[in-house]
Nanobody, 120 residues
């Protein structure tokens, strides 16, 4: 199983970006799908999470600006980021809890990261 993230880039403060992350490989089911970010010198932290049924969770720092969604038919999770701030600058990683077959336990898989830079 591989997760391929895309959509990062350079944007001015107040702008927007949409990140995508597609899971490919042997997949029986996908549970939670999340986005994390890690800024230089800081720990990686979760910025959005969506359960298989659609329940979402956001930290206060992005609530009202970021929206996570998923397309279960495409095994893809998205992160719409609006009203971006310089403090949103980070490498963004997707994570998915995936069960590869009905006989396997679920485990977490990570994408390779996509860089987001917000200029002031």
């Amino acid at each position: 199983v591989q997760l391929q993230a895309s959509g990062g880039g350079l944007v001015q403060a107040g702008g927007f970006l949409r990140l995508s992350c597609a899971a490919a490989g042997s997949i029986f089911s996908i549970n939670d799908m999340d986005w994390y970010r890690q800024a230089p010198g800081k720990e990686r932290g979760m910025v959005a999470s969506i359960a298989s049924g659609g329940r979402t969770i956001y930290p206060d720092s992005v609530k009202g600006r970021f929206t996570i969604s998923r397309d279960n038919a495409k095994n893809t999770v998205y992160l719409q980021m609006n009203s971006l701030k310089p403090e949103d600058t980070a490498v963004y990683y997707c994570k998915a809890v995936i069960q590869r077959s009905r006989f396997d336990f679920s485990r977490a898989y990570w994408g390779q990261g996509t860089e987001v830079t917000v200029s002031s």
